[in-house]
């Protein structure tokens, strides 16, 4: 295997990327050694693989040159010649923050689990590692051979989680959440195949600059629609959320929240509106209906739950409608706005699925009805919960404030009429999510939670750099999306340019 040296190098080691994605995958591999019963050596192995990896990471945060839109840390090597297929990897000011959250996820992923998993604790510490390795590949692969891969390595360990350690639905929703994935990943697939034969290469950094014929970018871009939409997951093919994620552990629940349904979005930032530059424009409209819609539908399905686990699903269908918006609008404040909030998401549902994993492993119910009055029995763990519940709100200095505001702006500088009904989930959700905190912390104590101990030190390390998020990205956002800025202008350039290069084409056919 001959390595390259890639023109596309602006900082950083080459080597970074590549023992993010494999380090993990080498802990799965040395936990298959561990004796079974040795539950606590298996933790610890997680644990310290996982904070190794975030350690390894860091250098994507402090080293990345915030000036250029070129890919950085980029590896690559020649891996099957006569496809010219490639082992390609790297980062710029898109999927940075998502490695960068992607470790963090999985640190807390092994602390919540810490005493939570009783059952086959070996297989599911691997299964863990597993998806941090594939998860860290969607989001720094540069070659849509090997992005297919780690798109699809995910989903095994991830249907595991949910089949094996959920709850007493597990088996359906894991087989639902299987095949509405793999359905659109088929089609994905075919896609993937198409640009091959078209164009002779897997290298998405030269597709990105590469013109197909309009009428292809939009086969295309519903062939790859099918598989992001159902990732997103985007109303009408959202269903097999709400099941997953209450049926899944609560470390299952932290991945689909803060990393999975995050590559959908990823998807249409990193191929349709780069690769598909023209289809996208053209049907951006009818994705901003969508959005809206999913905005909407899932916060008024929030008001009627009596699950926890199930109203945090649906808000994670109205909050990811929001992203969508933002990317669709296709204007910087929109753009800027949607990645930033599927960081901000990530954080804010993913804390909140913590949060109640914290109270189910004490209390074993997550029906709304079984709480009340949890502010007297458990003060710090309703401290963390409700400064999680402001930001998902959008309260003003938190992250999810901001986000949510550069997506409006975006929204109605695209299409004011769907600006106006977007800002209408910002007032739904505020329903739904402060009336779940007055129904679970306040009212009479239930005699069935009166005795619940308070969150421990090893959950408030759990939840902490969570809450430090939440501030730090609510009062200091441009240190976040000043990773975006560089690529976010090239990618505007790029639709722009696309779409005057398709005209040309048009001008010069009719003139032929």
């Not at 004796?35 to 080293?63: C, E, M, Q, Y």
């Not at 014929?213 to 109303?235: D, E, N, S």
């Amino acid at each position: 295997m001959n390595a390259t040296v890639c023109s596309v190098v602006v900082a950083g080691d080459s080597y970074v990327l590549t023992v993010a994605i494999f380090l993990p995958v080498l802990a799965a591999l040395l936990m298959l050694l561990i004796n079974k019963n040795r539950h606590s050596t298996i933790k610890w192995t997680a644990l310290a693989a996982s904070i190794a990896n975030f350690i390894g990471v860091i250098p994507l945060f402090t080293d990345f040159d915030k000036t250029t839109a070129k890919m950085q840390f980029v590896a690559q090597y020649q891996w099957i010649r006569a496809w010219n297929i490639n082992y390609y990897v790297g980062v710029d000011g898109i999927s940075v923050l998502f490695v960068l959250l992607s470790a963090l996820a999985t640190i807390l992923c092994v602390l919540v689990s810490w005493t939570a998993i009783k059952d086959k604790v070996k297989e599911f510490f691997i299964a863990l590692m597993l998806i941090e390795g594939a998860m860290i590949g969607v989001f720094s692969s540069l070659d849509m051979f090997m992005f297919y891969i780690f798109w699809e390595a995910m989903l095994i360990p991830m249907y595991l989680l949910v089949g094996i350690w959920g709850g007493p639905g597990r088996l359906y929703a894991a087989i639902k959440f299987f095949l509405y994935t793999l359905t659109g990943s088929v089609l994905m697939l075919l896609g993937v195949i198409t640009i091959y034969m078209m164009t002779g290469t897997f290298d998405m950094v030269k597709l990105m600059s590469t013109q197909l014929p309009v009428g292809m970018q939009m086969v295309l871009f519903w062939a790859f629609f099918a598989a992001f939409a159902v990732k997103v997951p985007m109303f009408p093919v959202h269903t097999w959320l709400p099941d997953a994620h209450t049926e899944a552990p609560t470390a299952g629940s932290v991945i689909l929240a803060a990393i999975l349904i995050k590559m959908g979005a990823y998807g249409f930032l990193r191929f349709s509106l780069p690769m598909f530059p023209d289809a996208s424009q053209s049907v951006a409209p009818l994705m901003m209906v969508l959005s809206v819609v999913g905005i909407i539908y899932g916060g008024v399905i929030c008001l009627s739950q009596t699950d926890l686990k199930r109203l945090i699903a649906y808000s994670s269908v109205s909050h990811m409608g929001f992203v969508t918006l933002g990317i669709f609008s296709l204007n910087i404040q929109g753009l800027e706005g949607g990645i930033l909030q599927m960081i901000n998401h990530g954080v804010i549902t993913g804390a909140l699925f913590l949060c109640v994993g914290m109270v189910y492993e004490r209390s074993h119910t997550r029906l709304i009805a079984d709480y009340g009055g949890l502010a007297n029995v458990m003060p710090v763990f309703a401290g963390f919960f409700m400064v999680f519940t402001f930001a998902s709100v959008g309260l003003p200095g938190t992250n999810g404030f901001v986000g949510e505001f550069l997506i409006l702006i975006g929204g109605f500088t695209a299409n004011k009429p769907v600006g106006i009904l977007a800002a209408t989930g910002v007032i739904i959700g505020a329903v739904y999510m402060l009336w779940l905190y007055q129904r679970v912390f306040y009212t009479d104590v239930n005699e069935k939670i009166a005795g619940l101990s308070d969150i421990t030190f090893r959950e408030v390390v759990t939840l902490l750099p969570l809450l430090i998020l939440v501030f730090w990205i609510g009062f200091y956002p441009s240190a976040f999306t000043g990773f975006m800025d560089a690529t976010v202008t090239q990618l505007l350039g790029r639709l722009r340019g696309g779409h005057m290069q398709a005209l040309n084409m048009l001008i010069e056919t009719v003139v032929k």
